[in-house]
């Protein structure tokens, strides 16, 4: 069979290994003209990268190539373009699989997740979005196996099935510079719950009026989480069906927002038959969360420095204010995909008192400070100057008192100064350990 690998990163590295095992006859296509590629392998790169696709029998595509910019040059091949998502679903060896999906909060729900069938003795496989290719770990998978995937809207928008256990988190407006609407953000999401049979399961925030809408069109069993049946908090008790699972006191998540991710995890893995508390107990009491969300540095001249740069849409950031106490320097700003504003100007004019300062930088930066200046929030200061992240945390090492708390959450994508938000984030603690 002749496939073509649409993009050659760590996915379609990936794809490349298992089409290589089948025996198929692989071309690799990618818009890189100086891309290193496995020897003897056949190449089609450039510009041209996605010229006269027809030729092929399957187009893999890579996540974050939108398939609509295969169709402008490839109008008739509608029914080859697959992925590694689709690939590994319609021939993973175990039905035991769990999908997460939502804006914020899958790869901290699908580590919680995994975490606790690990800990109540199952054999797990975590992967996808959260940055092991599931296609790697397919080989591998037993029929007892559990699978627990974080998938994207970018490995969703042309996905043709669904996992057993399906799960939507909190939905708000994201990736709008790649998809052309929110509705068509909203029906990649939907596409996690639309296979599913009644045999299956869907999880998910009940009290979120577009997951809710998401997730309308599963014929699976649905229970929400936030309320009964699902695991919901009451009086700092998380409990799940009357059992008590712990006490938000305990968790070593900061912020409530987590406790939504929580009691998702929960509610997944009870629907998956596994009720042990103690299993449950000791994933919440110890894990303290994944590099870049909410990640303690260190304190210096009575400054803690928090590291969350994951943060790429001010909603995160909220939360990220919420859940750290006291006056904060916030670092704010990056590459402008011009989401809105209006969330976020209200929320920092209602919690004026959570602001030592935001300290706005990055390309989004003056769009930002003039939103804040005409509602009538003063306490910014924009610094166009400080262009690498030794300046950054420079400014805002000036700007900090003893008590304050300097939070890099920056509520935009990092492109503009940065290659990825691992990049924004390492570069962020290695400099603040310098300190």
């Not at 002749?2 to 025996?23: M, N, P, T």
């Not at 996540?63 to 021939?91: R, Y």
């Not at 068509?184 to 296979?195: G, Q």
């Not at 004019?349 to 390309?363: P, Q």
Request: net charge negative; hydrophobic share 40%.
């Amino acid at each position: 069979m002749k496939v073509a690998l649409l993009g050659f990163d760590i996915e379609g590295r990936a794809s490349y290994e298992y089409f290589h095992a089948r025996g198929d006859d692989i071309t690799i296509c990618d818009q890189n003209s100086e891309l290193s590629v496995p020897a003897g392998v056949a190449t089609q790169l450039g510009e041209g990268y996605l010229d006269n696709l027809d030729a092929f029998d399957v187009l893999v595509r890579t996540p974050g190539l939108h398939p609509q910019h295969i169709l402008d040059k490839n109008p008739s091949v509608t029914s080859k373009i697959t992925s590694g998502t689709n690939e590994f679903l319609a021939n993973c060896s175990t039905k035991n699989v769990i999908g997460v999906t939502g804006t914020k909060g899958k790869g901290t729900t699908s580590t919680l997740i995994a975490k606790m069938l690990e800990a109540a003795g199952k054999r797990v496989h975590l992967g996808g979005n959260i940055g092991t290719p599931a296609l790697s770990f397919l080989p591998d998978i037993q029929p007892d196996d559990w699978v627990v995937l974080e998938l994207s809207n970018f490995q969703l928008i042309d996905c043709h099935y669904s996992p057993h256990i399906a799960v939507c988190l909190m939905i708000v407006p994201e990736h709008l510079n790649w998809h052309p609407t929110m509705a068509e953000y909203l029906r990649a999401k939907a596409n996690l719950f639309a296979y599913q049979t009644a045999e299956d399961i869907t999880v998910y925030l009940g009290s979120d009026d577009d997951v809710t809408n998401i997730v309308e069109s599963s014929p699976a069993r649905k229970v929400p989480y936030g309320n009964p049946p699902g695991a919901a908090v009451d009086d700092g008790i998380i409990s799940i069906e009357g059992v008590k699972i712990a006490e938000t006191a305990e968790l070593k998540l900061l912020g409530k927002h987590n406790w939504q991710n929580v009691c998702a995890a929960i509610t997944a893995v009870w629907q998956a038959g596994i009720d042990d508390v103690a299993a449950m107990y000791s994933v919440l009491t110890s894990f303290s969360g994944l590099p870049h969300r909410l990640e303690f540095v260190r304190e210096l001249d009575g400054v803690k420095y928090f590291n969350d740069s994951f943060s790429s849409g001010l909603h995160s950031t909220e939360a990220a204010i919420l859940a750290i106490s006291g006056p904060k320097i916030v670092i704010l700003g990056g590459f402008d995909r011009m989401l809105p504003l209006e969330h976020f100007l209200d929320f920092a004019s209602n919690n004026r008192d959570e602001f030592r300062k935001a300290l706005i930088v990055g390309a989004s930066g003056p769009r930002l400070a003039t939103a804040l200046k005409a509602a009538g929030f003063t306490k910014y200061e924009l610094d166009e100057t400080a262009k690498t992240m030794e300046a950054v945390v420079a400014k805002a090492r000036e700007l900090a008192s003893s008590g304050d708390s300097v939070v890099l959450s920056p509520g935009f994508a990092s492109f503009d100064m940065f290659k990825n938000f691992e990049e924004r984030g390492t570069q962020f603690r290695d400099v603040v350990n310098g300190l």
